[in-house]
């Protein structure tokens, strides 16, 4: 646990300040950010208009957003619809007060040293799935007090995606537990000190990458505010303000995961691994850890623009069947084999080592098993429409056009034989054709 | 008595959930009194947190808050949005036996809570030695291993419970989006969205149908509904519009024919070209 007993009433309200200063200007910073890196995947420049590298666009728009029109609609439900943006907003704003930024730093000028992290304490992560849940509330119930069709569908549609994705999130932080053996976000750093989690916990990491976007509703999991089907989901009716606090809350959002999985899984404010055997850990103190998280943080959030950039949106069945059917259970296995494996050490006094033999053992089993059972035959090609009887495709089966599937040939065109043999037949005599040509005609005959 | 802070926290918190807990009572709409349930819950959750159990107070946020109540809250909008209850007394009396019940409990409770005297509490130190959340895991996974075990098995079989008895056996082949699609094309069905009501044609409005490249009107491009319901504007007919155009050209005369040239002109040189 981190020490905060030099900490009074005056640090903390600083230190909280600062969070809120630091998380909209991150903010400002990501919307830029975003719309910078998704243009250049495109090929094209992004904002570059105002200021250096258009980088007071965000600012900008923030303006333009709180000073248009407020429109409350004519069917809201006037008191939900008001403090729905601000839970968004609220529940956004509290989870970073448990992420480390660094270890103890000195206070530049004085002699106070305090913690870089506002508080922790013994559950600070089941706190951060707790905000996010509550957070959840400010979606749905904006959706509902719109009183209109799209918003509503998109209110459900995210509630339900939230709690299943949150389910996976839960279980593949469930294993960190077990590693580390605490919920603390400070002793969960202290216990990256050898190595960071991702290394032995990667399955689990991968897990908490996919259902982080799910979580924060952002490409290719934004379905509930897909455009081409709600419009924009449960923002349909916001404006003005309210709609930049929903927006506000997205991107805080993000930070959010992106701090989570840094400080879970890449070991926090850590050094990563060459800089950090420099002249006896000389990174890992003072305010340079601050930049290593940061550093992290925004790969984090690069990670995510990436996505973005690069899948297409998922249908809904499909993503609710891949978060059921794939990730959940796929998570519960992996806490299985963690537990296993924590407790075999535990309890019976195995070194890491045979356990890690043990693994690559059963593994090469499994994989050289595999390689020597009989494959599984493809389907008939009997199935496949525009199989004619003599098993010649036929590309008008059933009276309609049907383009060939693999294993099945497309035969010559019937057109492409009539062009031929009119080439041929009008080669010599055509007075419109180049010379060349009819010269390599004539070679021909 | 606990200590300052706490003692503040106490009065500011409690009220509030008490107002809440009214609200409960008194709302109208299910969403609102959702909403109050919610409120007390995470005030419980703030207070137990005070009171030295943490683990309690966030767990019942994440279970209870983030997952019950929202499956509450997500019925309740997709079922009964605006479904408000019915004031009308169904059982003969049911109103006075109802207030006589209520009364009685309110006096119970007053005459046993202003009685009560809390002690000073004790262990509280050597439970949470260390660290609250594992002197919880020592407790249940030691001298309470076998309610837990019982515990989670019951909830299991609940849940199974619930996927048996709504799981409904597939009598035919599933119909997926490839099938649909085979169906349409079979069907002889337009594989293309309908078009649009009303944009192609004279005028653009829901109930106007398209014309299609003859001018005929296209009856598909008008919603259902509006065609069940006989609200379906008829599309202009060419009688219509060649009674518009007359009544144009008579209105302005000196115009027609200079309109009416520009048309020819584009067409002549393409002819001539044509001839090349």
């Known amino acids: 646990m981190v020490d905060f007993s030099n900490d009074t009433f005056w640090t903390y309200l600083i230190k909280a300040v600062l969070i809120i200063v630091f998380l909209l200007t991150s903010v400002l910073l990501a919307i830029w950010f975003e719309r910078k890196v998704v243009a250049r995947m495109q090929v094209r420049p992004g904002p570059n208009v105002h200021g250096p590298f258009g980088l007071l666009q965000s600012l900008a728009d923030a303006m333009k957003l709180l000073l248009k029109e407020d429109i409350t609609v004519k069917a809201a439900d006037k008191f939900v619809y008001l403090i729905a943006p601000m839970i968004a907003v609220f529940c956004s704003l509290l989870t970073f007060a448990v992420i480390p930024f660094g270890p103890q730093v000195r206070i530049p000028f004085t002699d106070f040293t305090t913690p870089a992290q506002l508080t922790d304490f013994p559950v600070a992560v089941l706190y951060i799935l707790a905000c996010a849940s509550v957070g959840v509330y400010g979606i749905i119930l904006g959706g509902w007090a719109s009183g209109s069709t799209y918003p509503l569908l998109g209110a459900v549609r995210s509630t339900a995606q939230v709690i299943s994705y949150e389910l996976a999130m839960g279980l593949s932080l469930v294993s960190v537990f077990i590693v580390v053996g605490s919920m603390s976000t400070g002793a969960i750093v202290d216990g990256q000190t050898d190595y960071w989690l991702i290394l032995p916990l990667f399955p689990a990491f991968l897990i908490y990458v996919i259902s982080m976007v799910g979580e924060t509703n952002r490409l290719p999991f934004d379905l509930p505010e897909a455009e081409g089907e709600l419009v924009s989901g449960y923002m349909t009716e916001y404006s003005s303000m309210k709609f930049a606090w929903f927006f506000l809350a997205e991107y805080i959002n993000m930070i959010n995961v992106s701090a989570v999985a840094t400080t879970l899984f890449l070991g926090g404010w850590r050094a990563p691994f060459p800089i950090s055997a420099i002249n006896d850990g000389m990174f890992n103190e003072g305010w340079w850890p601050v930049l290593w998280f940061l550093v992290k943080m925004w790969l984090f959030m690069f990670l995510f623009v990436w996505i973005r950039g690069t899948l297409l949106r998922l249908r809904y069945d499909q993503f609710m069947r891949f978060g059921w059917k794939v990730l959940i259970p796929f998570a519960l296995g992996w806490i299985v084999c963690v537990s296993v494996i924590r407790g075999l050490r535990e309890f019976h006094d195995v070194n890491l080592q045979t356990v890690g033999v043990v693994i690559f053992g059963v593994a090469l089993v499994v994989i050289v098993v595999l390689r020597f059972l009989p494959e599984k035959p493809p389907p008939a090609p009997a199935e496949l429409p525009g199989s004619g009887a003599d098993g010649v495709f036929d590309p008008f089966a059933a009276g309609y056009p049907v383009p060939p599937m693999p294993g099945q040939k497309l035969p010559p065109s019937p057109r492409a034989e009539r062009r031929a043999r009119a080439a041929i037949g009008a080669g010599a005599p055509s007075p419109t054709a180049p010379s060349s040509t009819t010269g390599k005609d004539d070679d021909d005959e | ?276």
């Open chain 2, 1 to 276: 008595m606990a200590s300052g802070g706490e003692a503040i926290l106490f009065w500011c918190v409690a009220p509030l959930m008490v107002l809440a807990a009214l609200g409960l009572l008194f709302a109208r709409k299910a969403v609102h009194a959702t909403l109050c349930i919610v409120f007390v819950m995470i005030c419980l959750a703030v207070l137990y947190v005070a009171q030295e159990a943490p683990f309690l107070g966030i767990v019942q946020v994440v279970v209870y808050t983030g997952a019950v109540m929202m499956l509450f809250l997500f019925v309740i909008m997709l079922v009964g949005v605006d479904a408000s209850d019915s004031l009308v007394e169904t059982i003969k009396g049911q109103r006075f036996a109802g207030w006589l019940c209520g009364l009685g409990l309110g006096a119970i409770l007053v005459g046993v809570i202003t009685r009560v005297s809390f002690p000073e509490g004790v262990g509280l130190a050597t439970a949470n030695l260390e660290t609250n959340p594992v002197g919880l895991a020592r407790i249940l996974f030691s001298d309470f291993v076998f309610d837990l075990e019982v515990v989670g098995i019951l909830l299991i079989t609940a849940a199974l419970a619930a996927l048996t008895l709504t799981h409904k056996a597939r009598l035919t082949a599933r119909v997926g989006q490839k099938e649909m699609a085979d169906a349409r094309v079979l069907g002889g069905k337009s594989l293309v969205p309908l078009p649009a009501p009303g944009v192609y044609a004279q005028r653009n409005a829901m109930d106007v149908p398209a014309l299609d490249p003859h001018g005929q009107p296209i009856e598909a491009s008008v919603s259902r509904v509006l065609r069940v319901r006989g609200q379906e504007r008829g599309a202009p007919l060419e009688g219509e519009l060649n009674l518009l155009t007359e009544l144009k050209a008579s209105s302005q005369t000196p115009t027609g024919p200079e309109r009416a040239a520009p048309d020819v002109d584009p067409a002549a040189p393409a002819e001539t070209e044509e001839e090349h």
